[in-house]
């Protein structure tokens, strides 16, 4: 494989569009297959949601976050058929369930399901609350966004920043009220770039403990098997490599903040950053701790050529390893050797020297 370390991160809600998907489904029976097993596993026909139904249908919950995850998994599965092994994972919000099926711990069906069952719940909890979400993208840090909302919350409505993306961007949920008293104190006293957003962004806080509990219920159901590559969680910007470890940040992540902040610097050890999904939001999060790192956006077949020379060097180290097996044999052979990653290695790519407060004798 490639001496370059890979890092692949998926997508949550967001970015979105109608027709994603559209050429991956008309070429590839594998992603012919995942529509027909979604569809089978709820009552959404996802070829006329993905292809030809509305911006309002594909950004609602139910629909669309089960859409970006159908998305992802069919661009993964190719790349992974075609030789990919990333050295790190990781997917923004709802974007780690995708993440999750990359490391191989959790099937398709069974990812799906516990995300079917979450956007429910979580579309189902909203419908008589006045929660909504709040994006500031600069100017403040994390101590004084945590005061403000503070300041601004009461003993009845609250707010607490639900995701921290950068150093200085954040998506704040809770009450209405509340964040229209944080957003007008942002533009009359700090930013103009302040607006609400919609609570399908997600509300990872207290005020979904109820969820929590209601998806405790349904996790017996699944199987979390070990994992193949190691996944930089949401809820703490570590990495995993056991299926306990994955299955609790998983559940965590749904009432605690994201912290991709720290997902990011999970990534200082990797080469190349593949942005798999739509939007290229996460690679210009990216792009302002690592500059100089090579980047790619997958969404489209098109899209493929631009990695094509990892997957070519790929293929070129297993032609030179054949002996007497087949070239087909020999390729199998050793995709089937690449599978699981050696997760110990995942130390030595991202080791500092600051990790280290004394030298080995």
């Not at 999060?285 to 899209?303: A, G, H, I, M, N």
Request: hydrophobic share 35%; proline share 2%.
């Amino acid at each position: 494989m490639s001496t370059k370390r890979i890092g692949i991160v998926f997508p949550g809600y967001g970015q979105q569009y109608i027709g994603m998907c559209k050429d991956l489904y008309d070429h590839h029976r594998i992603v012919q297959e995942f529509f027909e097993q979604a569809s089978a596993s709820c009552d959404i026909n996802f070829v006329k949601l993905l292809f030809a139904s509305s911006d309002e249908e594909i950004f609602s919950i139910r629909n669309g976050y089960l859409a970006i995850f159908l998305f992802e998994v069919s661009l993964y599965e190719i790349l992974y058929k075609q030789g990919l092994r990333p050295d790190f994972v990781a997917g923004y919000g709802i974007g780690e369930y995708a993440a999750a099926y990359a490391t191989r711990s959790l099937s398709f069906v069974d990812s799906f399901y516990i995300l079917n069952k979450y956007s429910q719940f979580y579309y189902e909890f909203i419908q008589d609350k006045s929660y909504d979400c709040l994006r500031i993208v600069r100017e403040f840090t994390l101590e004084d966004i945590e005061k403000l909302c503070e300041k601004k919350s009461t003993k009845t409505k609250v707010a607490y920043v639900s995701a921290q993306n950068t150093q200085h961007a954040f998506y704040i949920a809770g009450h209405i009220d509340v964040l229209e008293k944080v957003q007008e104190h942002c533009i009359k006293n700090v930013i103009r770039k302040v607006r609400i957003i919609g609570p399908e962004y997600g509300m990872q806080s207290n005020l979904v403990d109820q969820i929590v509990e209601q998806l405790k219920l349904y996790y017996h159901k699944i199987k979390f098997a070990p994992l193949q590559v190691p996944l930089i969680t949401n809820v703490d910007g570590v990495y995993v490599t056991t299926p306990d470890a994955l299955e609790s940040s998983i559940m965590r992540k749904i009432n605690h903040r994201i912290e991709w902040h720290e997902v990011i610097q999970g990534f200082q050890g990797c080469d190349i950053i593949m942005s798999i999904g739509p939007g290229d939001q996460l690679i210009e999060w990216f792009k302002e701790v690592y500059p100089d790192k090579e980047y790619y956006q997958v969404q489209t077949l098109k899209d493929f050529q631009g990695i094509s020379q990892y997957l070519k060097e790929s293929e070129l180290e297993i032609q030179a390893n054949t002996s007497t097996d087949t070239m087909q044999q020999s390729v199998e052979k050793n995709l089937e050797q690449s599978k699981f990653k050696n997760l110990y290695e995942a130390d030595l790519i991202n080791e500092k020297s600051s990790d280290f407060d004394i030298e080995d004798d």
